[in-house]
């Protein structure tokens, strides 16, 4: 299976996994987990396999995992780059990042949980495990977790 990544834009539809995923979703009833990488953070490139993996485990959940690229290299840049790092779910661009109101961290990598009202909830520093942002989304209340696979 082919995995295809592009950014999101807010007011379009892309594909997600195989999954058609509408611009509603992400800014409608969805928690979002949104990931800074650059490609010079050695930690990033560490956090990206276990970011894919969990964007597929969660991905008939409510919860959807992007990334933004930390450098803000233009759009065909961070294209080619997400490709190398094999960034496998969407990459926003920074306008829609400011959509969200999140500033750029002063440290990397970062992650942030925002609720379905786009609130931020949580500030994650230094790169993260999936049982830590499973454990991080339970301890918010989000309550579809326990519907998951067993042993994931």
């Avoid at 611009?23 to 930690?43: G, Q, R, T």
Wanted: glycine share 4%.
């Amino acid at each position: 299976m082919i995995l295809r990544f592009m950014f999101v834009p807010l007011m379009m539809t892309v594909a997600l996994s195989m999954r058609p995923v509408q611009a509603a979703e992400l800014v409608d009833a969805k928690w979002l987990i949104v990931n800074y990488w650059s490609e010079w953070c050695a930690p990033c490139r560490v956090e990206i396999p276990m970011l894919n993996e969990l964007s597929a485990l969660l991905s008939s959940s409510n919860v959807i995992i992007v990334g933004v690229n930390f450098d803000e290299d233009p759009g065909e840049v961070t294209l080619e780059i997400a490709e190398d790092m094999g960034i496998g779910f969407p990459v926003l661009t920074l306008e829609e990042v400011a959509q969200l109101d999140l500033r750029p961290p002063n440290v990397l990598p970062t992650t942030y949980i925002l609720s379905p009202t786009h609130e931020v909830v949580a500030k994650l520093i230094g790169a993260q495990t999936q049982q830590e942002l499973l454990e991080q989304l339970t301890s918010l209340g989000f309550s579809t977790l326990t519907e998951l696979p067993a042993g994931q």
